[in-house]
């Protein structure tokens, strides 16, 4: 079968999830079954359906699978979401179509991606500044404490989502051209081994820009996935896991620092080590997140019946259900096995990804597939591991699950760019070694 | 570079895994700690989703009920108790904020609907959400009505009425009474009353069982062979044990008597005679088979059930401590007993020496209406043989025939029973009077035909127990034999 073919036919599958999904949220919600379902399982698979016949036109031998699975978490997405809100879910549908429109145009435009590397400075420059919007007067918003948003009139926008593709750019262009003399220029000292300060010059600069942006917009999460991504970038490029551990060395000094410092960044490690010494406010969120996943189980309650909401008052029970902690709702609905199912679709992405970078004849290629890729499975692993108390708990959402345009767009975009370079690989590599992308 | 690629994607694969761990170990193995722990308020807002079933008397009349509040996400259930403070006492109460108690506890499984971990998997493909069952109780609200109205009347204490052979509770009653409907608002009110109204003086309250005892001393001794009902023992006005005094009522002597006699009379020198002979540990061994010195094996929880026996202070004494059988023997040293275990002496001897395990519950009705469990009545011990219950029985009738009982006579019904009033005087809880006493009346009827064994009690009454225990047991026995519960 093509590699169309096989897109095709895991998209029908997704599509009657999501049917069974939202059947399952109205058979909860109003105790019987509604054929809106079936119109909304409709409306998805002709969406996904119309995406599939333009992937079919413009990258006839790209990645099957991204696509499908990309599409199967934003099915999972909506369905949680409508649970939550069917206001919301209608919001985050046209976010999904806005997502596919521009997971389009990337396709259109950066058909021969190549260009990027031209304007890597520019774009660097504009990753940066999309950091610092939120904090320039006007535009900015603080939620929270962090300063994460930008609202110019109606439209909201979480501007780190992009920024961390514009990074991703930087960095492996960058790091293709610069990769060799990172490791022949590498000098030994005191049996360590460094990297030329004159080459990696820019990188710290820029990397060492939006950590410093990061800190000051008050986003732990977005620089916690910054900084591994780079490690990531950095130790693909250059295959020296002494410069990863310099580079964890660097963030453990810095992090250290900061703790001590900067009290937000403080006040979550405190959390983090110890929520139940505020129950009722600062160790609520994790708590909560933690007391919902244990009524989970292994089968999980059911859709729809998750206690999201003190009953009879607006008070949250599990706060930010709909994006930080939409994870511990899934876990609460689905159980471990949905919690399971979801990771694994996680790990499917990064798998594919990662094969992509292995199939790609250019460096950038391969750095640039790699790094998204990378970025991508840390995003999801901050936050899950966030709301399961395996690191602090910050605010970044789970890609295509969360609510939220910024992030569902930025997303798509990123899986474009995977997608374009997938199909440059694979037909570059011909039949033979497209056959290295069959499962 | 397609070496590290491959590595980063291992530890990308290893930190999923920790995911998967962690989630594991919050969503299953921690899960139950996490549901107790306090900072968790999920678990009781669960219960509150869940409609509790309902709890009804015996005639189906509705003691419990769960009414609806909100809708969807908002939906909850509360707690209503339609008869008010009737059934205060035994049936207690069930809210999310303040807990539970008495018999609304003690069903709590089968009101909630908690099943095993496979039905609720049932119910979840089923779609279906966790619904409680209903309870029927063998309780007969004219009798409890009755037997509070009764003890409004008379003072605090408590009745308790049983069909001897099979255990059903049809009275559970204790006065102060106090209204489930009010505990939401009013719980630290309820709690810090003086007069205690939350505490069940039916199943809790210790109160000194004065000549009730009698009844088991004289059981013990025509069992074990220690006497026949012929044997006779001289009864002086005054005799002395442990170096103190001890003495009939009015010093009045009796000659040499018979049980019959002895017990008609109430006659406490002849009973502390009798208990010598008995001898401490066969007294302790009959007390035991009464269910003296253990929890009643009654469906209400153990933390709200008191234990009946010789204390000192809070500790039950047993037959190797140093203990005054003679005082014992009729009724008097530190014997602290509650309604309920004297009620079971009473159906013991009414159902041939057989105690039939007390339960309050009858049988649990699922949603749908069908009986998923019902109450199979079992023995908790065969106390005394028949004969020795016959025999007992006859000399309880005499005390309502022509001894210190009569109040409890009912026209055209063999009545069976015995009275007690122990001496409480200066008891802080009464008020600290000088001329307190307990009075009791314990009994069942028809005496050929058992159909109810009752006890009933007075507390910090000035009376004696056939003037205010004894026509609370006639008024309650009527009512019953006259019920239509069955």
Not at chain 2, 418 to 429: I, L, M
Request: glycine content about 10%; overall charge neutral.
């Amino acid at each position: 079968m093509s590699a169309r073919n096989r897109e095709l036919a895991a998209l029908v599958p997704v599509a009657l999830l999501l049917t069974a999904g939202f059947a399952a949220v109205f058979a909860q919600q109003s105790a019987r079954l509604d054929n809106l379902s079936l119109v909304y399982g409709g409306y998805f698979l002709a969406i996904c359906l119309a995406t599939h016949i333009y992937l079919r036109l413009r990258l006839p031998n790209a990645d099957p699978y991204l696509f499908p699975l990309a599409a199967l978490l934003t099915a999972f997405g909506l369905v949680m979401i409508y649970r939550i809100d069917a206001g919301l879910a209608r919001d985050q549908a046209n976010l999904f179509v806005l997502g596919l429109a521009l997971f389009a145009l990337a396709i259109h435009f950066l058909r021969d991606y190549d260009i990027l590397e031209r304007y890597r400075y520019t774009i660097a420059a504009v990753g940066l500044l999309l950091l610092l919007a939120p904090r320039l007067p006007g535009i900015g918003q603080q939620v929270n404490g962090a300063y994460l948003g930008i609202k110019v009139g109606p439209l909201a926008f979480q501007p780190a989502e992009l920024s961390k593709i514009c990074l991703i750019v930087f960095l492996a262009s960058y790091l293709r051209e610069h990769r060799e003399v990172l490791i022949v220029g590498a000098r030994r000292v005191l049996g360590v081994t460094l990297p030329p300060l004159k080459h990696l010059g820019p990188l710290l600069v820029v990397w060492g820009a939006s950590m410093l942006m990061l800190v000051f917009i008050r986003d732990l999460g977005s620089s916690l996935m910054f900084f591994a991504a780079f490690l990531a970038l950095l130790y693909v490029a250059t295959g020296r896991l002494s410069f990863v551990v310099i580079g964890l060395a660097l963030f453990l000094l810095g992090a250290w620092f900061f703790a001590s410092t900067v009290p937000h960044v403080h006040d979550r490690v405190a959390i983090w080590l110890n929520p139940y010494n505020e129950p009722e406010s600062s160790g609520y969120q994790i708590l909560q997140s933690i007391f919902a996943q244990a009524d989970g189980g292994l089968f999980g309650q059911g859709f729809g019946q998750a206690l999201i909401t003190v009953p009879g008052t607006h008070a949250p029970l599990l706060p930010a259900a709909k994006t930080d902690t939409i994870y511990s709702l899934i876990v609460n609905e689905l159980g471990l096995f949905g919690a399971c199912a979801v990771i694994m679709i996680y790990l499917l992405i990064a798998a594919r990804g990662f094969k992509i970078a292995l199939i790609a004849d250019d460096g950038f290629s391969k750095l640039l597939a790699t790094g998204l890729t990378a970025v991508f499975a840390i995003q999801a692993f901050v936050i899950i591991g966030g709301v399961t108390r395996v690191i602090p708990l910050t605010g970044v959402t789970l890609p295509f699950i969360s609510y939220g345009g910024s992030s569902i767009v930025a997303n798509f975009v990123l899986l474009a760019l995977l997608l374009l370079i997938s199909d440059r690989a694979r037909r570059e590599a011909g039949p033979a070694q497209a056959a290295l992308g069959r499962p | 570079m397609n070496g590290q690629i491959v590595k980063l994607f291992r530890l990308i694969v290893l930190l999923f895994a920790v995911l998967v761990g962690f989630t594991s170990y919050w969503a299953v193995f921690d899960a139950k700690a996490l549901k107790d722990n306090t900072a968790n308020k999920r678990p009781l807002l669960e219960q509150q989703r869940i409609r509790r079933g309902r709890i009804l008397a015996a005639d189906g009349t509705v003691l419990a009920r769960s009414v609806r509040k909100g809708h969807g996400d908002g939906l909850r259930y509360v707690r209503r108790y339609p008869e008010g403070a009737l059934y205060g006492h035994p049936i207690g109460y069930s809210f999310v904020r303040q807990g539970d108690s008495e018999f609304e506890k003690f069903h709590n499984d089968e009101l909630a609907g908690n099943g095993s971990e496979f039905s609720s998997i049932l119910d979840e493909l089923r779609g279906g959400r966790q619904e409680g069952n209903d309870v029927v109780t063998n309780i007969d609200p004219a009798a409890q009505r009755v037997a509070l109205s009764d003890l409004e009347a008379a003072g605090f204490g408590a009745v308790v009425a049983i069909v001897p052979n099979t255990g059903r509770v049809r009275v559970l009653a204790s006065n102060p009474p106090f209204d489930p409907n009010r505990v939401p608002e009013h719980l630290g009110e309820l709690t810090s009353d003086p007069t205690a109204p939350l505490f069940d003086r039916a199943t809790q309250g210790q109160y000194p069982p004065g000549s009730t005892f009698k009844v088991v001393t004289a059981a013990a001794g025509l069992d074990s062979g220690t006497i026949t009902p012929e044997t006779t023992i001289d009864a002086p006005g005054t005799i002395t044990a442990q170096g103190r005094p001890l003495q009939n009522d009015f010093k009045q002597s009796f000659g040499p008597i018979s049980l019959d006699s002895a017990l008609t009379y109430s006659v406490n020198t002849w009973f502390a005679q009798l208990g010598v002979r008995i001898g401490v540990d066969t007294l302790f061994e009959y007390m035991s088979r009464f269910g003296f010195n253990s929890t009643p094996p009654i469906d209400l929880p153990s933390s709200q059930v008191s234990k009946s026996g010789v204390y000192e202070g809070a500790d039950l004494l047993g037959p190797n401590d140093p203990i005054d059988i003679a005082r014992v023997a009729f009724g008097q040293e530190r014997l602290a007993v509650t309604p309920l275990q004297m009620a079971e002496v009473a159906a013991t001897v009414a159902n041939g020496g057989r105690l039939m395990k007390p339960q309050i519950w009858s049988r649990v009705v699922d949603p749908d209406g069908r009986a998923v469990d019902r109450l199979d009545p079992s023995a908790y011990s065969q106390v005394v043989d028949p004969q020795t219950a016959a025999e007992l029985t006859t000399a309880m009738e005499g005390v309502v025939d022509a001894g210190t009982g009569t109040n409890a006579a009912i026209p055209g019904v063999r009545v069976a029973g015995k009275t007690g009033t122990a001496e409480t005087p200066f008891n802080s809880t009464c008020g600290g009077g000088a001329d307190q006493n307990q009075a009791w009346f314990i009994g069942f009827a028809p005496a050929d035909e058992p159909k109810i064994a009752i006890a009933a009690t007075v507390e910090c009454t000035t009376a004696f127990g056939n003037d205010v225990a004894a026509p609370i047991f006639r008024d309650v026995a009527e009512t019953i034999l006259n019920s239509e519960v069955r």
